[in-house]
């Protein structure tokens, strides 16, 4: 029997102004309702630009309450439209702590929590250590009207440990909401390719090895030396893409996934009876030294 849910991703460039993109986010959570979504995924700190690719403490301004206003707002638009919203944000915890969070509110517009990006990366443009602290809620899940979902953040997708964690926890779906793109400055062309495939060869490895569906939703747009490369996309239990955003367009999209899918991979590729969690203790460890 199918357990079919439809699945709103929303791509779109952002701009200085913040209001300006959350109108726009909006509006995309308004069209895939009216297309028939069920769960609707915004893209990675959606209501700015890509702060991170600089130090400036001004852009600590920009953080704020979860919940708080726009999750009260988000909340209003989940329970008028019936939908599910993951909407990623910039969390000021107290003064002086800061964390890169998501927020899940639930069809009826209940706020069903948050979840603390736990891998913070620090590369020439992203410059994430600068801003969030680690997060200290651990791996999460949420009971949804429609599916237990597991929420992740862009970083995280790198880290199989993270979506097994999430998996084992019972998600049906994991979500990564996402902002990667190319360094402008960079000469070759390949090397941008072999990025790309990269971020997306992970994660869909990801829906494989836990036999559960992943939705990645990223940004697109130029900002400062980053392009944004778009590609978002949704991958099935054995990572076969359902859907793939182009990587220089704004659109909203409603993909239907069938989670009764996850019984049939997994008792034909039955990874979690396999698993030897007696031999994984080492795992634990930074490094393994040959001392």
């Not at 994430?128 to 999460?140: A, C, I, M, R, S």
Request: charged share 20%; net charge negative; aromatic share 12%.
């Amino acid at each position: 029997m199918s357990k079919n849910v439809n699945i709103g991703l929303v791509q779109m460039s952002c701009s200085a102004d913040v209001e300006t993109n959350i109108q726009k986010a909006i509006s995309g959570i308004r069209e895939a309702a009216a297309n028939g979504a069920q769960i609707v995924c915004l893209q990675e700190l959606f209501t700015s630009l890509y702060f991170c690719d600089v130090e400036d403490h001004h852009n600590f301004s920009l953080a704020e309450a979860i919940p708080g206003p726009t999750t009260n707002r988000l909340g209003e638009l989940a329970g008028e439209l019936g939908v599910v919203i993951v909407a990623s944000l910039f969390e000021k915890r107290a003064q002086g702590l800061y964390h890169n969070t998501t927020a899940v509110l639930d069809a009826d517009g209940a706020y069903l929590g948050k979840y603390r990006k736990m891998h913070i990366p620090d590369d020439p443009g992203y410059y994430e250590k600068f801003y969030f602290t680690p997060g200290d809620l651990g791996y999460k899940v949420f009971d949804t009207k429609f599916a237990r979902i597991g929420v992740l953040i862009c970083w995280d997708q790198w880290y199989p440990e993270a979506a097994r964690i999430t998996a084992l926890m019972g998600a049906e779906i994991l979500f990564y909401p996402t902002a990667i793109g190319w360094d402008t400055n960079e000469p070759d062309p390949a090397q941008n390719t072999e990025q790309y495939n990269a971020w997306q060869t992970i994660q869909r490895s990801h829906a494989i090895a836990n036999g559960v569906h992943v939705v990645a939703v990223n940004r697109v747009g130029r900002e400062a030396d980053q392009q944004f490369w778009g590609g978002s996309f949704v991958a099935n239990p054995f990572g076969s893409l359902l859907y793939l955003a182009p990587h220089d367009q704004e659109l909203v999209h409603v993909q239907t996934v069938d989670l009764a899918l996850s019984e049939k991979y997994r008792t034909t590729w039955p990874y979690f009876r396999d698993r030897r969690i007696d031999s994984y203790q080492p795992i634990t460890r930074r490094y393994i030294d040959q001392e």
